[in-house]
Protein backbone atom coordinates (compact mmCIF):
# COMPACT_ATOMS: atom_id res chain seq x y z
CA UNK A 1 0.00 0.00 0.00
CA UNK A 2 0.85 3.57 -0.53
CA UNK A 3 -0.19 6.07 1.71
CA UNK A 4 -0.08 9.78 1.11
CA UNK A 5 -1.09 12.80 3.36
CA UNK A 6 -0.90 16.50 3.74
CA UNK A 7 -2.12 18.97 5.94
CA UNK A 8 -2.44 22.79 6.12
CA UNK A 9 -2.89 25.51 8.00
CA UNK A 10 -6.03 26.92 9.13
CA UNK A 11 -5.05 30.40 9.07
CA UNK A 12 -2.60 30.92 5.91
CA UNK A 13 -4.02 27.73 3.67
CA UNK A 14 -0.16 26.66 3.56
CA UNK A 15 0.98 23.36 3.59
CA UNK A 16 1.97 22.03 6.69
CA UNK A 17 3.20 18.98 7.25
CA UNK A 18 2.75 16.30 5.60
CA UNK A 19 3.41 12.16 5.47
CA UNK A 20 4.46 9.59 1.94
CA UNK A 21 5.47 5.82 2.74
CA UNK A 22 4.89 2.95 0.80
CA UNK A 23 4.36 -0.65 3.12
CA UNK A 24 3.49 -3.74 2.68
CA UNK A 25 0.42 -5.53 3.95
CA UNK A 26 0.40 -9.19 3.54
CA UNK A 27 -2.98 -11.37 3.13
CA UNK A 28 -3.26 -14.53 3.65
CA UNK A 29 -6.08 -17.42 3.69
CA UNK A 30 -6.27 -21.22 3.62
CA UNK A 31 -10.34 -22.28 2.48
CA UNK A 32 -10.96 -26.55 3.43
CA UNK A 33 -13.73 -27.93 1.58
CA UNK A 34 -15.06 -30.49 4.64
CA UNK A 35 -18.22 -31.33 1.78
CA UNK A 36 -19.34 -30.24 -1.22
CA UNK A 37 -21.94 -27.59 0.65
CA UNK A 38 -19.87 -26.87 3.79
CA UNK A 39 -16.16 -24.38 3.76
CA UNK A 40 -14.12 -24.14 6.75
CA UNK A 41 -11.95 -20.90 6.36
CA UNK A 42 -9.54 -18.72 8.08
CA UNK A 43 -7.37 -15.84 7.17
CA UNK A 44 -4.84 -13.06 8.04
CA UNK A 45 -5.20 -9.22 6.71
CA UNK A 46 -2.72 -6.58 7.58
CA UNK A 47 -4.18 -2.98 6.51
CA UNK A 48 -3.41 0.35 6.68
CA UNK A 49 -5.70 3.29 8.41
CA UNK A 50 -4.82 7.12 8.57
CA UNK A 51 -1.82 8.01 11.22
CA UNK A 52 -3.96 11.43 12.82
CA UNK A 53 -2.91 14.47 12.94
CA UNK A 54 -2.26 16.09 16.28
CA UNK A 55 -5.20 18.50 17.84
CA UNK A 56 -4.51 22.43 18.22
CA UNK A 57 -4.71 21.36 22.05
CA UNK A 58 -1.72 19.38 21.74
CA UNK A 59 1.98 20.02 22.39
CA UNK A 60 2.83 19.05 19.16
CA UNK A 61 0.05 20.57 17.32
CA UNK A 62 0.05 19.10 13.18
CA UNK A 63 1.85 16.73 13.66
CA UNK A 64 1.04 14.41 11.26
CA UNK A 65 1.68 10.60 11.99
CA UNK A 66 2.18 7.98 9.48
CA UNK A 67 -0.01 5.58 8.48
CA UNK A 68 -1.06 2.59 11.07
CA UNK A 69 -0.89 -1.09 10.56
CA UNK A 70 -3.80 -2.94 11.42
CA UNK A 71 -4.39 -6.93 12.04
CA UNK A 72 -7.41 -9.08 11.47
CA UNK A 73 -7.61 -12.80 12.01
CA UNK A 74 -10.96 -14.76 10.77
CA UNK A 75 -11.90 -18.19 11.40
CA UNK A 76 -14.99 -19.10 9.88
CA UNK A 77 -17.87 -22.04 8.01
CA UNK A 78 -19.66 -21.30 5.40
CA UNK A 79 -22.86 -23.63 4.46
CA UNK A 80 -24.62 -23.60 0.86
CA UNK A 81 -28.05 -24.81 1.57
CA UNK A 82 -28.92 -24.23 -2.14
CA UNK A 83 -31.11 -21.43 -2.29
CA UNK A 84 -29.38 -19.89 0.81
CA UNK A 85 -26.03 -19.81 2.12
CA UNK A 86 -24.78 -19.34 5.84
CA UNK A 87 -21.86 -18.25 7.29
CA UNK A 88 -20.82 -17.78 11.25
CA UNK A 89 -17.32 -16.27 11.23
CA UNK A 90 -15.08 -15.30 14.90
CA UNK A 91 -12.51 -12.66 14.02
CA UNK A 92 -9.91 -10.64 16.55
CA UNK A 93 -9.12 -6.83 14.83
CA UNK A 94 -6.11 -5.18 16.55
CA UNK A 95 -5.86 -1.33 15.58
CA UNK A 96 -3.33 1.12 16.89
CA UNK A 97 -4.64 3.68 19.50
CA UNK A 98 -4.23 7.54 19.40
CA UNK A 99 -4.08 8.76 22.61
CA UNK A 100 -2.30 12.46 24.18
CA UNK A 101 -0.34 11.71 27.37
CA UNK A 102 -1.33 13.75 30.45
CA UNK A 103 1.52 14.53 31.79
CA UNK A 104 3.72 15.90 28.81
CA UNK A 105 -0.08 16.92 26.35
CA UNK A 106 2.15 14.92 23.52
CA UNK A 107 -0.10 13.14 21.04
CA UNK A 108 1.15 10.25 19.98
CA UNK A 109 0.22 6.87 18.59
CA UNK A 110 1.09 4.09 21.08
CA UNK A 111 -2.20 2.50 22.25
CA UNK A 112 -4.14 -0.39 20.86
CA UNK A 113 -7.47 -1.08 20.52
CA UNK A 114 -8.60 -4.83 19.99
CA UNK A 115 -11.87 -5.80 19.46
CA UNK A 116 -12.92 -9.74 19.25
CA UNK A 117 -16.65 -10.62 17.87
CA UNK A 118 -18.88 -12.83 16.49
CA UNK A 119 -20.38 -12.54 12.74
CA UNK A 120 -23.69 -14.53 11.63
CA UNK A 121 -24.90 -13.99 8.08
CA UNK A 122 -27.29 -15.64 5.27
CA UNK A 123 -27.81 -14.57 2.46
CA UNK A 124 -30.02 -15.94 -1.15
CA UNK A 125 -32.92 -16.20 -2.69
CA UNK A 126 -36.00 -17.54 -0.57
CA UNK A 127 -38.16 -17.84 -3.13
CA UNK A 128 -37.96 -17.28 -6.93
CA UNK A 129 -37.13 -13.19 -7.12
CA UNK A 130 -36.98 -12.62 -3.42
CA UNK A 131 -33.67 -12.27 -2.16
CA UNK A 132 -32.71 -11.53 1.66
CA UNK A 133 -29.29 -10.56 3.15
CA UNK A 134 -29.55 -10.64 6.63
CA UNK A 135 -26.36 -10.62 9.32
CA UNK A 136 -25.46 -10.16 13.08
CA UNK A 137 -22.40 -8.96 14.60
CA UNK A 138 -21.06 -9.26 18.25
CA UNK A 139 -18.70 -6.85 19.64
CA UNK A 140 -16.38 -6.71 22.48
CA UNK A 141 -14.01 -4.40 21.50
CA UNK A 142 -11.67 -3.17 24.58
CA UNK A 143 -8.16 -0.30 24.59
CA UNK A 144 -5.99 -3.11 25.24
CA UNK A 145 -3.03 -0.89 25.55
CA UNK A 146 -3.27 2.67 26.85
CA UNK A 147 -1.43 5.82 27.91
CA UNK A 148 0.24 4.45 31.71
CA UNK A 149 -2.68 1.74 31.70
CA UNK A 150 -5.08 4.02 32.96
CA UNK A 151 -8.03 2.96 30.52
CA UNK A 152 -6.78 -0.52 30.23
CA UNK A 153 -9.83 -2.76 29.42
CA UNK A 154 -12.01 -0.32 29.09
CA UNK A 155 -14.64 -0.16 25.76
CA UNK A 156 -13.32 1.32 22.71
CA UNK A 157 -14.78 4.57 21.14
CA UNK A 158 -17.16 3.89 17.85
CA UNK A 159 -17.35 0.12 18.01
CA UNK A 160 -20.91 -0.99 18.30
CA UNK A 161 -21.44 -4.06 20.59
CA UNK A 162 -24.32 -5.40 18.06
CA UNK A 163 -25.35 -4.47 14.75
CA UNK A 164 -28.02 -6.18 12.67
CA UNK A 165 -29.00 -5.84 9.42
CA UNK A 166 -31.62 -7.20 7.63
CA UNK A 167 -32.53 -6.64 3.46
CA UNK A 168 -34.93 -7.85 0.52
CA UNK A 169 -34.67 -7.24 -3.07
CA UNK A 170 -37.84 -8.37 -5.17
CA UNK A 171 -38.38 -8.76 -8.89
CA UNK A 172 -41.54 -6.69 -9.73
CA UNK A 173 -43.76 -9.10 -11.88
CA UNK A 174 -45.41 -6.17 -13.73
CA UNK A 175 -42.17 -4.92 -15.28
CA UNK A 176 -39.33 -6.62 -16.01
CA UNK A 177 -35.74 -5.81 -14.82
CA UNK A 178 -37.32 -3.29 -11.96
CA UNK A 179 -36.50 -4.59 -8.43
CA UNK A 180 -37.63 -2.90 -5.49
CA UNK A 181 -35.60 -3.03 -2.28
CA UNK A 182 -35.31 -1.78 1.38
CA UNK A 183 -32.88 -2.15 4.08
CA UNK A 184 -33.06 -1.84 7.77
CA UNK A 185 -29.64 -1.24 9.97
CA UNK A 186 -29.77 -1.75 13.64
CA UNK A 187 -26.70 0.08 15.45
Known amino acids: DVYKR ?7 GL ?3 GYESARTTPVAGVVFKA ?5 VYANYTAGLSAGGTAGPNTANAGQVFAPQKSKQYEVG ?3 DWGRMTTQAALYQIQRP ?3 TDPVTNVYSFGGE ?9 AYGEIQKGLRLLASAA ?9 AGGVNQGNDANGVPERTFNLGLDWDTPWVEGLS ?3 RVIHT
Open 6 to 12: QTYSYTT
Open 15 to 17: PTD
Open 35 to 39: TKEVS
Open 77 to 79: VKV
Open 97 to 99: GSM
Open 113 to 121: TRNRGLELT
Open 138 to 146: FNNAKLSRT
Open 180 to 182: LNG
